[in-house]
């Protein structure tokens, strides 16, 4: 991008350069006088056979005053005080002069003339690039931002996903692309925009045929890298069905591609923190389940974090936004394409010092969740990515007990969940219910 700028800058100093050199003379005095000294008499330059060295003198004395105006008044004032002339006595003298030919036109205007097309191409071209520039800044983001691929997964991984950081109610700028489909109105009734994730902006329909309050998920982009991932993210999600993970309804790609799912109107970002150990324990062991039933089942999420859990109007949470999961019965990669910084597993962060991702990191970043909920912050403060990544591959987070008194019980199973290394950690997610089963006193579910 820095090169084509380079080059886009470079063509429009030239196309200003053609500009003002083909300007015609009736636009410039100084020039005007000088195509008109230098064409008096002498039919211009292209008749240099014409010996009039009077004329040709004519000319450059003209073109002088244009170019070199103070240099050509000291000559003038020491002519004058030599031969005892003012300026303009020599104007009687001109007047017996010919003409130059009207149809001719000045010359310098011919050379306007011809250089038009140059100006035009230049011009032409000047757009072309410039259209490329614009192109090339919204088609990639990334060229953009300056920030490396890892940083930029992310940056767009925090905007949540379905339910996100929204609230039900608030207006939200609606970017380019996330405009409900035309195509989709006629199945759908008051339409409201809910909120936008990493790939898919989500909107809150009623549908015509029964009445029923959906939430419409639909690409940000119809390019064939967005649609990938958003199918892939389907065909996993589609197959879990249970009480804890937001159902999907049908997933269609005609007109558009787009999914119809469960509508959960609250997410867990916006319950009031810190809350009651209790409390907190219930939505964890109620999460647990639906993970539990995901992992039986060959796939993990990688992406808990309270934006990505929604609760409905009785509070019962619900995972959704899957599309940092992957299917490991079907041999998708689990190698790490993205995270949330202040939730993220250190195998996500150093794979080379803790391995793959598998069913232990939603355990980790599910121990993170629990961490926020009960002290109202999550267990590393910091300020950038790479301040996080060093906090959770190196330090151990403070036992919750000591930041707020009173949970005590659960420091060991939090901490269990944010160990290091995967195998110090709950290596199930029905072991870590039976743990909090034994707490808040009700039995551990098991995946159906």
């Known amino acids: 991008m820095r090169y084509i700028t380079l080059i886009l800058v470079a063509l429009i100093l030239a196309c200003m350069a053609v500009s003002v050199h083909a300007a015609p003379p009736e636009t410039n005095p100084g020039l005007q006088k000088a195509a008109g000294a230098v064409g008096h008499g002498s039919g211009g330059p292209f008749h240099a056979d014409r010996n009039d060295t009077a004329d040709a003198f004519t000319g450059a004395s003209a073109l002088n005053t244009v170019l070199n105006p103070g240099q050509q008044k000291k000559a003038d004032r ?3 005080a030599a031969s005892g002339t003012p300026e303009g006595g020599d104007q009687a003298s001109d007047s017996g ?18 250089a038009v097309p140059l100006f035009l191409l230049l011009i032409g071209v000047s757009a072309l690039l410039f259209a490329l520039l614009v192109f090339r800044g ?8 300056g920030l490396p691929p890892d940083a930029r997964k992310v940056e767009a991984r925090e905007e949540g996903g379905y339910g996100g950081e929204t609230v039900l109610g608030t207006v939200i700028p609606v970017r380019p692309g996330e405009a409900f489909p035309a195509s989709l109105r006629d199945k759908y009734l008051d339409v409201g925009y809910i909120g936008r994730g990493g790939i898919a902006s989500v909107f809150r329909a009623q549908r015509k045929t029964d009445g029923a309050i959906v939430a419409v998920k639909v690409p940000l982009r119809f390019d064939e890298a ?7 993210e389907m065909r996993i ?12 309804y049908s997933v269609n790609i005609l007109p558009v591609p787009y999914v119809e799912m469960e509508y959960v109107g609250q997410s867990l970002q916006q319950e009031e923190q810190p809350m009651p150990g209790m409390k907190a324990a219930r939505i964890i062991a109620d999460i647990a389940g639906g993970l539990a039933y995901a992992h039986a089942r060959g796939v993990i999420h990688r992406d808990i974090k309270p934006h990505n859990i929604l609760l409905t109007a009785d509070g019962v949470p619900k995972i959704t936004d899957w599309g ?7 041999g998708m990669d689990a190698d790490t394409r993205g995270f949330s910084p202040a939730y993220a597993a250190p195998e996500q962060i150093s794979p080379d010092g803790y391995g793959k991702t598998d069913a232990r990191t939603d355990i980790y970043q599910l121990g993170s969740v629990f961490y926020e909920l009960v002290t109202g912050r999550p267990p590393f403060l910091c300020g950038s990515p790479g301040e996080y990544a060093t906090a959770i591959c190196e330090e151990r987070p403070i036992p919750p007990s000591r930041l707020r008194p009173g949970l005590e019980a659960f420091d060991p199973i939090i901490l269990r969940c944010l160990e290091k290394d995967p195998g110090d ?24």
Not at 105 to 114: L, V, Y
Not at 324 to 330: F, K, P
Not at 431 to 437: H, T
């Open 324 to 330: 940092m999961g992957a299917s490991l019965s079907e």
């Open 226 to 232: 967005t649609g990938t991932c958003f199918l892939q």
């Open 237 to 248: 999600w589609e197959g879990l069905v249970h009480p804890n993970i937001v159902q999907v």
């Open 138 to 145: 919204a088609g990639n983001p990334a060229a953009t931002t």
């Open 78 to 80: 020491e002519s004058e």
């Open 97 to 114: 002069k010919k003409t130059p030919d009207p149809s001719q036109g000045p010359p310098a205007s011919r050379d306007a003339q011809s």
């Open 425 to 448: 950690r709950y290596q199930s997610a029905v072991d870590l219910q039976s743990d909090l089963a034994s707490i808040t006193g009700t039995a551990a579910g098991m995946p159906d």
